[in-house]
């Protein structure tokens, strides 16, 4: 599943929200002073962007993404001597460029099949000096959703079908589970990094309170339109996840609803 130009998680990015777990992901690393830092599947370089701002003693951050179109945003985007732009795909990101000091993979990992994530995180390991120590988070991971927020998940697929009936339209139940969809556990993210060969390997799952305007974010991102209703026609999606998003906030009196996000890493 790739980005649909328009839907990429650009608005998500742009939360606050967004700002906070970068933060995280940022502390987790311990980039050296004047080290180098590799952002694996940089996109569209928001990720980059807020990485060199919380970390601005690095000496250069290498964004690394396989969508040209994504790139040329960046490159428009981040104008700075720090960062440079390497089109390749994650999982070749050895050979892309010289050793670096840390790896980060801002929530990139679900857009990767599962059966290749391990090759990703083996190729991080492989790009990475001695000592050198590679970083995840994710958003779409076996735990990410609270037990008691699921009545909140099923009132917002119920409104969201509800919206694209109303649009001559409906979910597609029956269909192959995408990428983004093909959740693992903390445990076995922790298991790929020790398989890669790191060691110090961690986890940790941190609750981050969704406003309204987070989730409406959300909504414009492609991989999840398609992971949560199905269709193929982002624009109907979006209009749809996000009717039913306001409905549901409003019938159940809402200001918040809480999510996990994962974050993962390991040592040379």
Not at 8 to 24: I, N, W
């Given at each position: 599943?790739?980005?649909?130009?328009?839907?990429?998680?650009?608005?998500?990015?742009?939360?606050?929200?967004?700002?906070?777990?970068?933060?995280?992901?940022?502390?987790?690393?311990e980039?050296p002073?004047?080290?180098?830092?590799?952002?694996?599947?940089?996109?569209?370089?928001?990720?980059?962007?807020?990485?060199?701002a919380r970390?601005?003693?690095?000496?250069?951050?290498?964004?690394?993404?396989?969508?040209?179109?994504?790139?040329?945003?960046?490159?428009?985007?981040?104008?700075?001597?720090?960062?440079?732009?390497?089109?390749?795909?994650?999982?070749?990101?050895?050979?892309?460029?010289?050793?670096?000091?840390?790896?980060?993979?801002?929530?990139?990992?679900?857009?990767?099949?599962?059966?290749?994530?391990?090759?990703?995180?083996?190729?991080?390991?492989?790009?990475l000096?001695?000592?050198?120590?590679?970083?995840?988070?994710?958003?779409?991971?076996?735990?990410?959703?609270?037990?008691?927020?699921?009545?909140?998940?099923?009132?917002?697929?119920?409104?969201?079908?509800?919206?694209?009936?109303?649009?001559?339209?409906?979910?597609?139940?029956?269909?192959?589970?995408?990428?983004?969809?093909?959740?693992?556990?903390?445990?076995?993210?922790?298991?790929?990094?020790?398989?890669?060969?790191?060691?110090?390997?961690?986890?940790?799952?941190?609750v981050?309170?969704?406003?309204?305007?987070?989730?409406?974010?959300?909504?414009?991102?492609?991989?999840?339109?398609?992971?949560?209703?199905?269709?193929?026609?982002p624009?109907?999606?979006c209009?749809?996840?996000?009717?039913?998003?306001?409905?549901?906030?409003?019938?159940?009196?809402?200001?918040?609803?809480?999510?996990?996000?994962?974050?993962?890493?390991?040592?040379?």
């Amino acid at each position: 599943m790739s980005f649909v130009h328009g839907y990429e998680f650009d608005a998500m990015s742009r939360r606050p929200l967004y700002g906070d777990v970068t933060q995280r992901l940022v502390d987790i690393c311990e980039a050296p002073a004047g080290g180098v830092v590799a952002d694996v599947g940089c996109g569209s370089g928001l990720a980059t962007e807020l990485l060199l701002a919380r970390a601005a003693h690095v000496g250069a951050v290498i964004g690394i993404d396989p969508s040209e179109h994504e790139l040329a945003i960046a490159r428009t985007r981040l104008r700075d001597p720090k960062v440079r732009f390497v089109r390749g795909r994650a999982q070749d990101v050895e050979s892309l460029t010289g050793p670096v000091d840390v790896a980060v993979l801002s929530n990139v990992m679900h857009q990767i099949p599962a059966a290749e994530r391990g090759a990703v995180v083996e190729g991080c390991h492989r790009l990475l000096g001695p000592g050198g120590r590679c970083a995840l988070n994710t958003l779409f991971y076996e735990g990410a959703v609270l037990p008691e927020t699921r009545p909140f998940y099923a009132h917002w697929l119920r409104a969201t079908r509800e919206a694209l009936r109303a649009a001559g339209s409906d979910l597609v139940v029956a269909r192959t589970k995408p990428v983004a969809m093909q959740t693992l556990t903390p445990q076995q993210h922790e298991e790929l990094f020790a398989a890669a060969g790191f060691s110090r390997v961690k986890s940790e799952e941190a609750v981050y309170a969704w406003t309204l305007r987070d989730w409406e974010a959300l909504c414009r991102y492609s991989v999840f339109i398609e992971g949560a209703t199905g269709i193929d026609d982002p624009a109907l999606g979006c209009a749809a996840l996000t009717q039913g998003l306001r409905t549901t906030f409003e019938r159940l009196e809402l200001t918040e609803v809480p999510r996990r996000w994962l974050f993962a890493w390991g040592v040379k």
